[in-house]
C-alpha cells in the first residue's frame, strides 16, 4: 500500500530514464579514453621503474643513465646465475686467463649466453636526442618566427600572403616519413652529408617549420591592432612598434607553441630513421677528430633505440628491461617538455587581459 | 657656389638618426622578408622535389615493363601460373590427405602406422597427380630460367660502358628469345599428353575411400577443380601463340601498373613489380579501423566534457587527453607490439569468444592491434577539435531550445550537434589525416605483410597482418638505391601519400566552410 509521501516522489519518465542511458554512454567514452591512456603510461612506468629505479642509495639507477648500451652475458658460475656487461665480462675472462696461467693450468671459460643491448645504459641515445632537438628548433625557430613576424607585420595582406599561409597551413599536417624521404633524398643521398646530426637537423627543422610559423603567426596576430596603431601615433618606426609594443605581448604564445614543436621534435621517429640515427655508436658526439666532424656523424636516439629494442632484437626478460626502461625515461623526458607548454599556456591565459 | 641639396625633399627625417634609420628599417624589413623568402622557398622545394624524384619513376617503369615483354618474361607468365595452379591443387589434397588422417585418428582406434596404411592409396593418388603435370612443370622451370637469363643479359649488355658511349649496338632480344619461342612447336602434344594424364589419374581418384562424407565431399570438388584444370591447358597455348614481342608498352602502362598492381615485390630474381595497391588498402583498412574506435569515444567524450560535465571533470579530463597527444608515437607502437599484441592473442583464443569472426588470431600483429594503438593517436586529435566546435555553438541556441522544454539530450542531440557538425566532420577528417600519416605504429604493429587483405573472408579481415604506405617507406628506405627505380616507387609513394594528406585537409577545411551555420 502507497503512503502519502510516495506520491509526490519525482516518478522517472521513460524519457528521463533514456537521457541517463545516453548520459552514461558518454560519460563512458571520456574515461574509457582516459583509461586507454593510463594503461599505457602506468604499464611503462610500473615496468620500466624496475630499471630506472632500484631499491638503495643513490634509488637511481645510475648505471642506466649514464653509460652506452652493452651486449649482456648472463652465466651459470659456482651453481648461481651471474649476468655481468661486455666490459665486465672480457675482463672477468682476461682474469681467468691470468690465474689460470699463474697455475699452469688452462683456463675454464664459463659458457655464456649473451643478449645485445642489454647491459649497460642508453647515455648515448640521451644525448643524441638532445643534441638533435637542440639544433633543429634553432633552425625552426630563427626561420618560423622570423617567417611570422614578416608575414603578419610587414606583408602587404593579399591574396598572395593567403595562398602562402595556406599553402604552410597544410604542410603542417604533411606525414613526418614524408619529411623523412624527403631529408633522406636531399641531404643524405643529393648533399651526400650521409647519415648526420646535420642532416637529421634540417630534416626535423623542415617537418616542424609550418607548425612554428602558424603558431607564431597566430600568437602575433592575436596582439590587438590598436597596440600598433597607438605606438604608431605615437612616432616610432615600424621596427620599434614590432619590438616593443607586438612581441613583448606575442612571446608567450610563440613560446608555448615552440615548446609543443619541442615535443613533436623529440617524438618523431621517421624522419631521423634514414637521416641522422645510427643504432649503435661506439663514441660519443664530442669525441671527434676535427671540429666539422662533429656535425657530419650519426648520432644514436631514444625513439629509434625503442624501435631497434623492441622489434630487431629477440624479445626475453633481458631485453624487456632495456625496452621499458628506455621507454620510460623518453615518456617523461617528452612528458616534461609538454607539461611545461600546457602550465605555460595556462598562465598566460590567464595573464591575458585586453 | 653652394652644395646642391642632394636630400630628397620628402624624405622622412628625424632628429635621431635621420636617414640612416629609415635605411636600418629597411634592412630590418629586409631581414625579415629575406627570411620569410628563404622559408617558402624550402618549403617549396620539397614539394619540387618529391615531385621530380616521384615522378621519375615512371619513366624506369616502363623501361623495366619492356624488358619485361622482350627478354619473354611475359612470355613465360602462363606457364607459370599454371604451375602454380597446380600447386595448389598439390597443396590442398595434402591438406585433405592431412585431415582424413585427423578423422581416421579421431573416430576408430587405429594407430599411426595403421592410418598410414590406410591412407596409401590417396598418398599414391597424390603422387600420380603430381607426376602427371611433370613435363609441364619441367618446360615452365626451363622457361623460366631461359628468360631471366635473357633479361640478366640485357640489363648488363646496357650497363656497359661501349653501350652507353653509343659503341655497342641494342641488345638482340630478337636472337636471344629463339630457343625461347621455339618451344611453341612442342607445346601443343606436351598440352595433349599432360592432359590425357591428369585426365587418367583424376578418374582413378573416385575408387578412393573417405572417413566422412564431408571429405568426400571436398575430394569430388577437388577432382573437378583439376579436370578443368587439364581442359583448360591449351589456353596457354593459345595466349603465348598470340604474344608479340615487339608490340610497344605504352607509358599509361606504367602509371596503371603502379596506382592498380595488386603486387609490390622487390629484388626477385623474376620480374620487381611496384603495385600500390596493396599498400592502400592496407593503410586505408588499418585507418578505418582506427576511426571506427576514436570517432565515437572522441566525439562522445567531447560532447560529455562540454555539456554535461562538471568543471572540476573539465579540468581533469581535457589536459589529460591533450597530454594523450603527447606521447610519442614510437612508444605507443612499442606498447602494441609488446603488450597490446600478446594481450589480444590470449583474449582471442579464450574459448567463448571464438564466435568473434578472425578470433583466434592467426598473427600476434595485425590490422587490429595497430588499428587500436592509432585510435588513440586520432581521439585527441577529433576530441580537441570536436570541443572546440561545440564551444564556438552560441549559448543563445542551448539556452532557447532549453526554454521551449527540450530536455538536456534532445538539445545536444537536435541542437547543438547539428550546429556544430562543420567542426566536428572537419575533426574527424583531421584525425583520419594523422592516423594515415602514422609511420611507427603501423610499421611496428601492423604485421607488415605484403598482401592485399582478403575482403572475401569477411570481417576476419580485421585480424590480418597488414602493410601500409608509410611503413614500406620506412621499412625500405634503407636498402634502395638511389635513383634506382625502387628508390622512385618509394619517393611516389610518398607523393601518394602527400597528395593524399593534402586532399584530406583541403575537404576539412571545405566541410567547414560548407556546414557553417547561418550567422544571425
Redesign the interface.
Given at each position: 500500500m502507497a503512503t502519502p509521501a510516495e506520491q509526490f516522489r519525482r516518478q522517472s519518465t521513460a524519457?528521463?530514464r533514456?537521457?541517463k542511458v545516453?548520459?552514461f554512454?558518454?560519460?563512458?567514452?571520456?574515461w574509457?579514453?582516459?583509461l586507454?591512456?593510463a594503461t599505457?603510461?602506468g604499464?611503462?612506468a610500473w615496468k620500466g621503474a624496475g630499471t630506472l629505479l632500484q631499491p638503495n642509495f643513490p634509488f637511481i639507477n645510475i648505471t642506466f643513465l649514464a653509460e652506452a648500451p652493452q651486449t649482456l652475458h648472463v652465466f651459470e658460475l659456482d651453481g648461481e646465475t651471474v649476468e655481468m656487461s661486455d666490459q665486465d665480462f672480457r675482463e672477468f675472462r682476461a682474469k681467468l686467463a691470468e690465474e689460470a696461467a699463474a697455475s699452469g693450468e688452462s683456463a675454464i671459460v664459463p659458457d655464456s649466453t649473451s643478449y645485445v643491448y642489454a647491459a649497460g645504459g642508453i647515455f648515448p641515445n640521451i644525448v643524441g636526442t638532445l643534441l638533435l632537438v637542440a639544433g633543429s628548433m634553432s633552425i625552426a625557430l630563427?626561420?618560423?618566427i622570423?617567417?611570422a613576424?614578416?608575414?603578419s607585420?610587414?606583408?602587404r595582406q593579399g591574396s598572395t600572403v593567403r595562398f602562402?599561409r595556406l599553402?604552410?597551413?597544410?604542410?603542417a599536417?604533411?606525414?613526418?616519413?614524408?619529411?623523412?624521404?624527403?631529408g633522406?633524398?636531399?641531404f643524405v643521398?643529393f648533399f651526400g652529408w650521409n647519415v648526420s646530426l646535420i642532416a637529421g637537423w634540417f630534416t626535423l627543422a623542415?617537418m616542424v617549420?609550418?607548425v612554428v610559423?602558424t603558431a607564431s603567426e597566430e600568437a602575433l596576430r592575436a596582439v590587438p591592432q590598436g597596440f600598433r596603431e597607438g605606438a604608431l601615433a605615437l612616432g616610432a618606426?615600424?621596427?620599434q612598434t614590432i619590438r616593443r609594443a607586438v612581441i613583448p605581448h606575442a612571446l608567450p604564445g610563440i613560446l608555448t607553441s615552440s615548446i609543443l614543436g619541442i615535443?613533436r621534435v623529440?617524438?618523431?621517429?621517421?624522419p631521423i630513421?634514414?637521416t641522422a640515427a645510427f643504432i649503435m655508436r661506439d663514441k660519443l658526439p664530442w669525441e671527434v677528430d676535427r671540429w666539422f666532424d662533429f656535425f657530419f656523424q650519426g648520432v644514436m636516439a631514444l625513439?629509434y633505440h625503442?624501435?631497434v629494442v623492441?622489434?630487431k632484437i629477440p624479445?626475453n626478460e633481458y631485453s624487456?628491461r632495456v625496452?621499458f626502461g628506455t621507454?620510460l625515461v623518453?615518456?617523461l623526458l617528452?612528458?616534461v617538455i609538454?607539461?611545461a607548454s600546457?602550465f605555460l599556456r595556462h598562465r598566460i591565459r590567464a595573464r591575458q587581459r585586453w | 657656389m653652394s652644395e646642391p641639396d642632394t636630400r630628397r625633399p620628402f624624405a622622412v627625417t628625424s632628429r635621431y638618426g635621420g636617414e640612416r634609420?629609415v635605411v636600418?628599417?629597411r634592412m630590418?624589413?629586409l631581414?625579415?622578408?629575406g627570411?620569410?623568402f628563404?622559408?617558402?622557398l624550402?618549403?617549396g622545394l620539397?614539394m619540387i622535389?618529391?615531385a621530380r624524384?616521384g615522378l621519375g619513376f615512371f619513366q624506369l617503369n616502363r623501361a623495366n615493363l619492356e624488358v619485361y615483354r622482350k627478354a619473354g618474361l611475359e612470355f613465360v607468365e602462363p606457364l607459370r601460373l599454371q604451375e602454380n595452379q597446380h600447386n595448389q591443387l598439390v597443396r590442398r589434397m595434402f591438406d585433405l590427405r592431412v585431415e582424413s588422417a585427423r578423422a581416421l585418428g579421431r573416430n576408430t582406434e587405429l594407430d599411426r602406422e595403421a592410418i598410414n596404411a590406410r591412407l596409401r592409396p590417396l598418398d599414391d593418388f597424390i603422387l600420380a597427380f603430381e607426376d602427371a603435370a611433370e613435363p609441364l612443370i619441367h618446360a615452365s622451370m626451363n622457361l623460366s630460367d631461359l628468360a631471366a637469363e635473357i633479361k640478366m643479359a640485357a640489363i648488363e649488355w646496357e650497363e656497359t660502358e661501349e653501350y652507353r658511349g653509343g659503341l655497342k649496338p641494342d641488345f638482340d632480344y630478337e636472337t636471344a628469345r629463339e630457343s625461347l619461342v621455339a618451344f611453341l612447336g612442342t607445346q601443343e602434344r606436351l598440352n595433349e599428353m599432360v592432359a590425357a594424364n591428369l585426365r587418367r589419374v583424376v578418374n582413378q581418384g573416385n575408387q578412393l575411400e573417405w572417413a566422412n562424407t564431408a571429405l568426400a565431399r571436398a575430394f569430388a570438388e577437388l577432382r573437378n577443380e583439376a579436370l578443368a584444370f587439364a581442359t583448360d591447358l591449351p589456353g596457354a597455348y593459345h595466349e603465348m601463340s598470340t604474344w608479340d614481342p615487339n608490340e610497344p608498352v605504352p607509358t599509361w602502362k606504367a602509371w596503371s601498373v603502379f596506382l592498380t598492381g595488386s603486387q609490390w615485390l622487390t629484388a626477385s630474381f623474376w620480374q620487381d613489380w611496384y603495385g600500390v595497391l596493396p599498400l592502400l588498402t592496407g593503410s586505408l583498412l588499418v585507418s578505418f579501423i582506427a576511426l571506427a574506435f576514436a570517432v565515437?569515444?572522441?566525439i562522445?567524450?567531447a560532447?560529455?566534457?562540454n555539456q554535461?560535465?562538471t568543471r572540476r571533470?573539465q579540468n581533469l579530463?581535457k589536459?589529460?587527453?591533450?597530454?594523450?597527444a603527447?606521447?610519442?608515437?614510437?612508444?605507443?607502437?612499442?606498447?602494441g607490439?609488446?603488450?597490446l599484441g600478446e594481450l589480444l592473442r590470449q583474449f582471442s583464443e579464450i574459448g567463448w569468444m571464438s564466435w568473434w569472426p578472425g578470433f583466434p588470431v592467426a598473427e600476434r600483429l595485425n590490422a587490429l592491434t595497430a588499428g587500436i594503438m592509432l585510435a588513440?593517436v586520432a581521439?585527441p586529435t577529433i576530441?580537441t577539435l570536436a570541443e572546440d566546435a561545440l564551444q564556438n555553438v552560441p549559448k543563445t541556441y542551448r539556452e532557447a531550445s532549453l526554454a521551449l522544454g527540450a530536455?538536456?539530450?534532445q538539445t545536444v542531440w537536435k541542437v547543438i550537434l547539428p550546429a556544430a557538425m562543420s567542426g566536428i566532420v572537419s575533426a574527424v577528417l583531421?584525425g583520419f589525416?594523422?592516423v594515415?600519416?602514422?609511420?611507427?605504429i603501423v610499421?611496428?604493429c601492423a604485421g607488415n605483410r605484403i598482401a592485399i587483405p582478403d575482403f572475401t573472408r569477411g570481417l576476419e579481415v580485421f585480424t590480418q597482418p597488414v602493410h601500409t604506405m608509410?611503413g614500406i617507406?620506412?621499412q625500405q628506405?634503407?636498402e634502395v638505391v638511389?635513383g634506382g627505380i625502387h628508390?622512385r616507387a618509394?619517393?611516389m609513394v610518398?607523393l601518394l601519400?602527400?597528395v593524399l594528406?593534402?586532399t584530406?585537409?583541403?575537404l576539412a577545411q571545405r566541410a567547414v566552410r560548407r556546414l557553417r551555420l547561418p550567422t544571425i
Amino acid at each position: 500500500m502507497a503512503t502519502p509521501a510516495e506520491q509526490f516522489r519525482r516518478q522517472s519518465t521513460a524519457i528521463q530514464r533514456r537521457e541517463k542511458v545516453i548520459v552514461f554512454f558518454l560519460r563512458a567514452s571520456a574515461w574509457i579514453i582516459l583509461l586507454a591512456g593510463a594503461t599505457v603510461l602506468g604499464t611503462i612506468a610500473w615496468k620500466g621503474a624496475g630499471t630506472l629505479l632500484q631499491p638503495n642509495f643513490p634509488f637511481i639507477n645510475i648505471t642506466f643513465l649514464a653509460e652506452a648500451p652493452q651486449t649482456l652475458h648472463v652465466f651459470e658460475l659456482d651453481g648461481e646465475t651471474v649476468e655481468m656487461s661486455d666490459q665486465d665480462f672480457r675482463e672477468f675472462r682476461a682474469k681467468l686467463a691470468e690465474e689460470a696461467a699463474a697455475s699452469g693450468e688452462s683456463a675454464i671459460v664459463p659458457d655464456s649466453t649473451s643478449y645485445v643491448y642489454a647491459a649497460g645504459g642508453i647515455f648515448p641515445n640521451i644525448v643524441g636526442t638532445l643534441l638533435l632537438v637542440a639544433g633543429s628548433m634553432s633552425i625552426a625557430l630563427g626561420l618560423g618566427i622570423a617567417t611570422a613576424i614578416y608575414l603578419s607585420e610587414y606583408a602587404r595582406q593579399g591574396s598572395t600572403v593567403r595562398f602562402i599561409r595556406l599553402a604552410i597551413l597544410n604542410l603542417a599536417g604533411v606525414p613526418s616519413v614524408v619529411f623523412g624521404l624527403f631529408g633522406f633524398g636531399m641531404f643524405v643521398l643529393f648533399f651526400g652529408w650521409n647519415v648526420s646530426l646535420i642532416a637529421g637537423w634540417f630534416t626535423l627543422a623542415f617537418m616542424v617549420l609550418p607548425v612554428v610559423i602558424t603558431a607564431s603567426e597566430e600568437a602575433l596576430r592575436a596582439v590587438p591592432q590598436g597596440f600598433r596603431e597607438g605606438a604608431l601615433a605615437l612616432g616610432a618606426t615600424r621596427w620599434q612598434t614590432i619590438r616593443r609594443a607586438v612581441i613583448p605581448h606575442a612571446l608567450p604564445g610563440i613560446l608555448t607553441s615552440s615548446i609543443l614543436g619541442i615535443a613533436r621534435v623529440a617524438g618523431e621517429t621517421a624522419p631521423i630513421m634514414f637521416t641522422a640515427a645510427f643504432i649503435m655508436r661506439d663514441k660519443l658526439p664530442w669525441e671527434v677528430d676535427r671540429w666539422f666532424d662533429f656535425f657530419f656523424q650519426g648520432v644514436m636516439a631514444l625513439p629509434y633505440h625503442i624501435y631497434v629494442v623492441s622489434s630487431k632484437i629477440p624479445q626475453n626478460e633481458y631485453s624487456a628491461r632495456v625496452q621499458f626502461g628506455t621507454a620510460l625515461v623518453f615518456v617523461l623526458l617528452v612528458a616534461v617538455i609538454a607539461s611545461a607548454s600546457l602550465f605555460l599556456r595556462h598562465r598566460i591565459r590567464a595573464r591575458q587581459r585586453w | 657656389m653652394s652644395e646642391p641639396d642632394t636630400r630628397r625633399p620628402f624624405a622622412v627625417t628625424s632628429r635621431y638618426g635621420g636617414e640612416r634609420k629609415v635605411v636600418g628599417e629597411r634592412m630590418i624589413q629586409l631581414f625579415f622578408g629575406g627570411n620569410a623568402f628563404v622559408a617558402v622557398l624550402i618549403l617549396g622545394l620539397i614539394m619540387i622535389f618529391l615531385a621530380r624524384e616521384g615522378l621519375g619513376f615512371f619513366q624506369l617503369n616502363r623501361a623495366n615493363l619492356e624488358v619485361y615483354r622482350k627478354a619473354g618474361l611475359e612470355f613465360v607468365e602462363p606457364l607459370r601460373l599454371q604451375e602454380n595452379q597446380h600447386n595448389q591443387l598439390v597443396r590442398r589434397m595434402f591438406d585433405l590427405r592431412v585431415e582424413s588422417a585427423r578423422a581416421l585418428g579421431r573416430n576408430t582406434e587405429l594407430d599411426r602406422e595403421a592410418i598410414n596404411a590406410r591412407l596409401r592409396p590417396l598418398d599414391d593418388f597424390i603422387l600420380a597427380f603430381e607426376d602427371a603435370a611433370e613435363p609441364l612443370i619441367h618446360a615452365s622451370m626451363n622457361l623460366s630460367d631461359l628468360a631471366a637469363e635473357i633479361k640478366m643479359a640485357a640489363i648488363e649488355w646496357e650497363e656497359t660502358e661501349e653501350y652507353r658511349g653509343g659503341l655497342k649496338p641494342d641488345f638482340d632480344y630478337e636472337t636471344a628469345r629463339e630457343s625461347l619461342v621455339a618451344f611453341l612447336g612442342t607445346q601443343e602434344r606436351l598440352n595433349e599428353m599432360v592432359a590425357a594424364n591428369l585426365r587418367r589419374v583424376v578418374n582413378q581418384g573416385n575408387q578412393l575411400e573417405w572417413a566422412n562424407t564431408a571429405l568426400a565431399r571436398a575430394f569430388a570438388e577437388l577432382r573437378n577443380e583439376a579436370l578443368a584444370f587439364a581442359t583448360d591447358l591449351p589456353g596457354a597455348y593459345h595466349e603465348m601463340s598470340t604474344w608479340d614481342p615487339n608490340e610497344p608498352v605504352p607509358t599509361w602502362k606504367a602509371w596503371s601498373v603502379f596506382l592498380t598492381g595488386s603486387q609490390w615485390l622487390t629484388a626477385s630474381f623474376w620480374q620487381d613489380w611496384y603495385g600500390v595497391l596493396p599498400l592502400l588498402t592496407g593503410s586505408l583498412l588499418v585507418s578505418f579501423i582506427a576511426l571506427a574506435f576514436a570517432v565515437p569515444l572522441g566525439i562522445g567524450a567531447a560532447v560529455y566534457v562540454n555539456q554535461i560535465a562538471t568543471r572540476r571533470e573539465q579540468n581533469l579530463i581535457k589536459p589529460a587527453i591533450e597530454f594523450i597527444a603527447a606521447i610519442p608515437s614510437v612508444v605507443l607502437g612499442f606498447f602494441g607490439i609488446i603488450v597490446l599484441g600478446e594481450l589480444l592473442r590470449q583474449f582471442s583464443e579464450i574459448g567463448w569468444m571464438s564466435w568473434w569472426p578472425g578470433f583466434p588470431v592467426a598473427e600476434r600483429l595485425n590490422a587490429l592491434t595497430a588499428g587500436i594503438m592509432l585510435a588513440l593517436v586520432a581521439v585527441p586529435t577529433i576530441f580537441t577539435l570536436a570541443e572546440d566546435a561545440l564551444q564556438n555553438v552560441p549559448k543563445t541556441y542551448r539556452e532557447a531550445s532549453l526554454a521551449l522544454g527540450a530536455t538536456r539530450m534532445q538539445t545536444v542531440w537536435k541542437v547543438i550537434l547539428p550546429a556544430a557538425m562543420s567542426g566536428i566532420v572537419s575533426a574527424v577528417l583531421l584525425g583520419f589525416g594523422r592516423v594515415v600519416g602514422e609511420t611507427m605504429i603501423v610499421l611496428l604493429c601492423a604485421g607488415n605483410r605484403i598482401a592485399i587483405p582478403d575482403f572475401t573472408r569477411g570481417l576476419e579481415v580485421f585480424t590480418q597482418p597488414v602493410h601500409t604506405m608509410t611503413g614500406i617507406i620506412a621499412q625500405q628506405m634503407g636498402e634502395v638505391v638511389e635513383g634506382g627505380i625502387h628508390y622512385r616507387a618509394l619517393f611516389m609513394v610518398g607523393l601518394l601519400l602527400f597528395v593524399l594528406t593534402l586532399t584530406i585537409n583541403y575537404l576539412a577545411q571545405r566541410a567547414v566552410r560548407r556546414l557553417r551555420l547561418p550567422t544571425i
